[in-house]
């Protein structure tokens, strides 16, 4: 390996991590949230997204989901 070489760490789409630190109450209104943002109707495309399995996630669909996390108390969403 080159002395030279900077190791980028790979920025995580999944959310699934956010979903852990919702509370219980909060996890049916954040997911619908979620969905909207995405235009997915299915829990399958759902669960795709969470997992970080898409390969493209729009930023300003990332910020929105940002900031419907932050609503609820999570300030980290992001990572498995």
Same mark, same amino acid.
């Given at each position: 390996?080159?002395?030279?070489?900077?190791?980028?760490?790979? !920025?995580?789409?999944?959310?699934?991590? @956010? +979903?852990?630190?919702?509370?219980? *109450?909060?996890?049916?209104?954040?997911?619908?949230?979620?969905?909207?943002?995405? @235009?997915? *109707?299915?829990?399958?495309?759902?669960?795709?997204?969470?997992?970080? *399995?898409?390969?493209? +996630? $729009? !930023?300003?669909?990332?910020?929105?989901? $940002?900031?419907?996390?932050?609503?609820?108390?999570?300030?980290?969403?992001? @990572?498995?």
């Amino acid at each position: 390996m080159n002395e030279n070489t900077t190791t980028i760490p790979k !920025i995580s789409r999944a959310f699934r991590k @956010g +979903l852990g630190e919702l509370r219980v *109450k909060d996890v049916q209104p954040a997911t619908s949230a979620i969905c909207a943002v995405l @235009g997915v *109707k299915t829990k399958q495309a759902f669960a795709y997204y969470a997992d970080g *399995k898409a390969k493209t +996630l $729009d !930023i300003d669909k990332a910020r929105k989901i $940002d900031e419907i996390f932050a609503s609820y108390g999570v300030t980290n969403p992001w @990572g498995k």
